[in-house]
C-alpha cells in the first residue's frame, strides 16, 4: 500500500530511525506555540510458538479526524508477517476503531502505526452538545470505576456543589494525585478504582479511573482518555471532565498522574467509559501456541510555532 505523501516525506527525512529531525520537546514551550506539529510511530508484535488460525484483532491506536483543536493530517496502518482483512469505523464516540482478521499467522504478526497530527490553540477543546452534561455515560460508573465507602469518604472531603465545575474537578485531580502512588506492575487492566485506591500504588490508567469515580460520586461528568504524553515511554490515559460553555459544552482534560490539566504535551487518541472501551489492542486466536506482546512507540515533535 502506498503510503500519504507526508508520511513518505517524514520516513524519509525525519524517524527516528532515518536521522531524526524532531526537536527536543523539552526546549519548547508546547503550550505557548499556536501551532504544534506531532509524529506518532507505534507497534504491536504478536509472536506464536507455532501456527496459529483465525486471528481478531481490535485497535484503537488511530488518532480521532478531529478532536478540539487536534487534528489528524497523515496516517498509515501497515500489517506485516501475515495477510489480513481490516474493516475501520467510527464509534459512537467518535473513536476511530480497526478490526483486523487474519486466517492464518505462521510465526508472527505485526500492526505498525505511522501518524502525523496538528495541533491549533485557536480552535480549543473538543466540544460537545449541552446534553452531554445529563448523559449516562458520563455520569454512571463502570465495573472499572464503581465506587465503594472509601471512595465515598474521598469524596465527602471535596468542595460542595456550589464550587464551580472546573474548580471541583481540579481539587478531584489533586486528591487523586496526592493520594495514589505510582507505581508499575502492581495492578493490571481488570484493577477497579476501588482495588487501587485501597492498595496506594497504580498507574496513569489506575488514576484516571479513581478521578472518574470520584466525578461520578458529585455529579460531574468526565470520560476516560487514552493517548500520549510527550517524553513518556508507553501510553498515556487522563480524564476530560465535561463543562458547560455558552450553548455547548466542552472537555477540559486533567491528568491526575501529574496533578495537572493536560495541555499540549498529549496527543488524544480516544476516550471512552474507562480503559476497557479504547483498549489501544485486543484479540483472539484459535490455537494452542502461546503468544508474546512486543510493543515499540516513539511520539515526538516535528514543529512547533
Not at 19 to 42: C, F, K, M, N, P
Not at 269 to 281: K, Q
Amino acid at each position: 500500500m502506498t503510503l500519504d505523501p507526508q508520511l513518505q516525506q517524514f520516513l524519509r527525512h525525519g524517524s527516528p530511525q532515518h536521522g531524526s529531525r524532531l526537536l527536543d520537546h523539552r526546549d519548547v514551550d508546547l503550550d505557548a506555540a499556536r501551532r504544534v506539529t506531532y509524529v506518532i510511530e507505534q507497534s504491536f508484535r504478536y509472536e506464536y510458538d507455532t501456527p496459529v488460525q483465525s486471528v481478531r484483532q481490535r485497535l484503537v491506536i488511530v488518532p480521532p479526524a478531529r478532536h478540539g483543536g487536534q487534528h489528524r493530517r497523515a496516517c498509515q496502518l501497515e500489517v506485516a508477517g501475515a495477510q489480513a482483512r481490516r474493516r475501520v469505523r467510527q464509534d459512537s464516540r467518535g473513536n476511530v476503531v480497526t478490526w483486523l482478521r487474519a486466517e492464518h499467522v505462521a510465526r508472527a504478526v505485526e500492526f505498525r502505526l505511522t501518524a502525523i497530527v496538528e495541533r491549533i490553540r485557536r480552535d480549543g477543546p473538543a466540544v460537545l452538545p449541552l446534553d452531554a452534561l445529563h448523559s449516562p455515560a458520563l455520569l454512571s460508573p463502570t465495573r472499572l470505576t464503581a465506587a465503594d465507602d472509601r471512595l465515598a469518604d474521598l469524596a465527602a472531603r471535596l468542595p460542595s456543589r456550589a464550587v464551580a465545575p472546573l474548580d471541583r474537578a481540579e481539587w478531584i485531580c489533586d486528591l487523586v494525585h496526592a493520594s495514589l502512588e505510582y507505581a508499575d506492575g502492581v495492578t493490571s487492566v481488570r484493577t477497579t478504582a476501588a482495588e487501587a485506591l485501597a492498595g496506594g500504588r497504580g498507574v496513569c490508567q489506575d488514576m484516571a479511573h479513581v478521578m472518574l469515580a470520584l466525578c461520578h460520586l458529585v455529579g460531574l461528568p468526565a470520560r476516560y482518555v487514552s493517548g500520549h504524553l510527550i517524553g513518556q515511554g508507553g501510553t498515556h490515559a487522563w480524564v476530560e471532565v465535561v463543562v458547560p460553555r455558552g450553548r455547548d459544552a466542552i472537555a477540559v482534560p486533567f491528568d491526575p498522574c501529574h496533578g495537572r490539566r493536560a495541555g499540549s504535551s498529549y496527543v488524544t487518541i480516544a476516550a471512552g467509559r474507562d480503559y476497557s472501551d479504547v483498549a489501544p489492542t485486543s484479540g483472539s486466536y484459535v490455537g494452542t501456541s502461546g503468544s508474546r506482546l512486543t510493543a515499540q512507540r516513539r511520539v515526538g515533535v516535528l514543529a512547533a510555532a
